[in-house]
């Protein structure tokens, strides 16, 4: 996200909006393991595909690998070991990494925001998460592991305040050495028609597109020279490896501006044109709809965070709803179609302003993730971030800023490595695109549902145990709860159910906890 700044004054304000970008994913350079002992796999798809497998006694089956893991603000390396140790061996299919630039470098106070690296300053790769070699490094490390990369990409606006970056570079907000001057940005009031420069009323369409936000220099995108520039930077790092973009502020770039700088992309090494998400978030009319923004890109899943969240979080202030409202879901509960949705949880605007749920809310921010990976909707993005109290905080980093390692004990909050999290990973994989059957909830806050006879998972977002006998749609036998343990050489490390020759098992779903299993998890007959 951007840092919102005071309207005229330079300095910082309060923080607006932010999130995330999505990915056609697919398998990366390596080969994806299928973590079954009875699968056998047959190909291996490219952006979008999926790995095709057969079961012991059922058809061949399409194994997806869309999940993309979204460690905000990690330094490279830290991204790079874990795509290694955790999420290729999970079955992640993508990592979205902050903004690669050089960006400011605030000197005013002890502190570097988090919001630096939402204001460039030069297209070189020289950030607080790591330096150009570094960020080679971490692309083609992920890519070995069969993690694709995804790259926050602040192509809008260059800075509004400061005056040195990370990388050392002089710069004033309309002046940047070698890349642009004070003719390459709106001003007001040629361009803008407000008296601040900035947008006061966002929904009015010329606002929003030749106005600053939140004081932020706003680039003139619909110029060849600008297109270029910006072209030139994303190109570079699709050359590096990157298979696709999170587009920071994307609503504030108009609509064929935006297309007049993805036909300027090159192909990816992928061989696919690269994967382009758009931060639009709901709420304008018209063309500032993200509706109207379908066919330049998919869509941050704003609307499906913000149902997320009234289901299960909103219940405790009544009339809200629960998790049981969920039975209706996706285009039919209003949601944008399930192709063109980057879906998530939290991301590091809406943790900061409260309108979804965040790590903050604890093992219902958990349940909530695993209902995600479960439900079949979107493509499903896990957010795994630091922890912080106030909404400026620095990442752990060093006295200059620059991002240190990420130690998962100390400071980090890696829901991406969380056992029921992670394994749910391999479990959505394995359902791909299986529909929703065997429905069954007891009207309060529990849920339960198969994914076609491939998977089953039951959820209880209510404050005690819950246990009533359930139809999975699974064959008979003895399965291991993946949630709460791993499956290894026919055994389980966790708790393990029996169901019975209808289907049926009788399961206790532990309060704020998740129950699932999958036909690979099926340890004897």
């Keep these: 996200m951007t840092r919102e700044i005071s309207p005229g004054s330079g300095a910082p304000g309060r923080t607006r909006r932010r999130n995330r970008v999505r990915a056609a994913v697919a398998v990366a350079a390596g080969a994806v393991t299928v973590a079954a002992a009875a699968f056998t796999a047959i190909g291996?798809?490219?952006?979008?595909?999926?790995?095709?497998?057969?079961?012991?006694?059922?058809?061949?089956?399409?194994?997806?690998?869309?999940?993309?893991?979204?460690?905000?603000?990690?330094?490279?390396?830290?991204?790079?070991?874990?795509?290694?140790?955790?999420?290729?061996?999970?079955?992640?299919?993508?990592?979205?990494?902050?903004?690669?630039?050089?960006?400011?470098?605030?000197?005013?106070?002890?502190?570097?925001?988090?919001?630096?690296?939402?204001?460039?300053?030069?297209?070189?790769?020289?950030?607080?998460?790591?330096?150009?070699?570094?960020?080679?490094?971490?692309?083609?490390?992920?890519?070995?592991?069969?993690?694709?990369?995804?790259?926050?990409?602040?192509?809008?606006?260059?800075?509004?305040?400061?005056?040195?970056?990370?990388?050392?570079?002089?710069?004033?907000?309309?002046?940047?050495?070698?890349?642009y001057t004070s003719a390459n940005f709106h001003h007001t009031p040629a361009d803008c028609p407000t008296a601040s420069g900035n947008i006061e009323d966002f929904n009015n369409y010329l606002q929003v597109t030749k106005c600053e936000l939140v004081s932020l220099s706003d680039l003139r995108t619909e110029t060849p020279y600008v297109r270029n520039k910006l072209a030139g930077y994303l190109n570079k790092l699709i050359g590096y490896g990157v298979s696709g973009f999170r587009v920071d502020a994307a609503k504030h770039i108009p609509q064929a501006d935006m297309q007049a700088i993805e036909k300027l992309l090159h192909r990816t090494v992928d061989g696919t044109r690269p994967y382009i998400a758009l931060e639009v978030p709901p709420g304008g009319?018209?063309?500032?709809?993200?509706?109207?923004?379908?066919?330049?890109?998919?869509?941050?899943?704003?609307?499906?965070?913000?149902?997320?969240?009234?289901?299960?979080?909103?219940?405790?202030?009544?009339?809200?709803?629960?998790?049981?409202?969920?039975?209706?879901?996706?285009?039919q509960s209003g949601l944008l179609p399930s192709d063109k949705s980057l879906a998530f949880v939290a991301n590091h605007d809406s943790e900061?302003?409260?309108?979804?749920?965040?790590?903050?809310?604890?093992?219902?921010?958990?349940?909530?993730?695993?209902?995600?990976?479960?439900?079949?909707?979107?493509?499903?993005?896990?957010?795994?971030?630091?922890?912080?109290?106030?909404?400026?905080?620095?990442?752990?980093?060093?006295?200059?800023?620059?991002?240190?390692?990420t130690d998962c004990n100390a400071g980090w909050v890696c829901i991406d490595r969380y056992k029921g999290v992670a394994n749910l990973v391999g479990w959505h994989n394995y359902v791909g695109d299986s529909k929703v059957t065997n429905w069954a909830d007891d009207g309060v806050n529990l849920i339960a549902f198969s994914r076609g006879n491939r998977g089953w998972i039951a959820l209880n977002n209510a404050d005690a145990d819950k246990t009533m006998t359930f139809d999975t749609g699974l064959p008979r036998g003895t399965y291991c709860d993946i949630i709460h343990g791993n499956q290894s050489n026919g055994q389980c490390t966790g708790r393990t159910f029996t169901v019975d020759s209808h289907g049926h098992a009788r399961v206790r779903v532990p309060a704020k906890d998740a129950v699932a299993f999958a036909a690979n998890n099926r340890l004897h007959g």
């Design 285 to 331: 009319p018209g063309k500032l709809s993200p509706w109207a923004y379908q066919r330049t890109g998919d869509l941050l899943g704003f609307d499906f965070a913000q149902q997320i969240h009234d289901a299960f979080k909103s219940y405790t202030t009544p009339p809200g709803g629960n998790i049981t409202d969920l039975q209706v879901f996706g285009e």
């Design 44 to 179: 291996m798809g490219s952006a979008g595909a999926a790995d095709r497998v057969v079961t012991a006694g059922q058809t061949e089956h399409h194994v997806q690998r869309d999940v993309i893991a979204n460690l905000w603000e990690w330094n490279w390396v830290s991204i790079a070991k874990e795509c290694t140790t955790v999420l290729g061996p999970k079955g992640y299919g993508g990592v979205q990494v902050a903004p690669p630039q050089d960006s400011l470098s605030k000197t005013d106070g002890p502190v570097h925001p988090w919001w630096e690296v939402y204001q460039p300053v030069d297209y070189k790769l020289t950030s607080r998460m790591g330096n150009e070699a570094q960020f080679k490094s971490m692309v083609a490390t992920c890519r070995k592991a069969g993690v694709k990369v995804y790259v926050d990409a602040v192509i809008n606006h260059m800075t509004g305040q400061g005056n040195i970056s990370y990388g050392g570079v002089s710069y004033s907000k309309y002046e940047y050495q070698g890349i």
């Design 352 to 405: 900061r302003n409260g309108s979804t749920l965040s790590y903050k809310d604890g093992a219902t921010y958990v349940l909530a993730t695993e209902f995600m990976l479960a439900r079949g909707y979107g493509t499903p993005q896990v957010y795994s971030s630091f922890a912080f109290t106030g909404n400026d905080d620095s990442p752990p980093a060093d006295a200059k800023g620059f991002i240190t390692n």
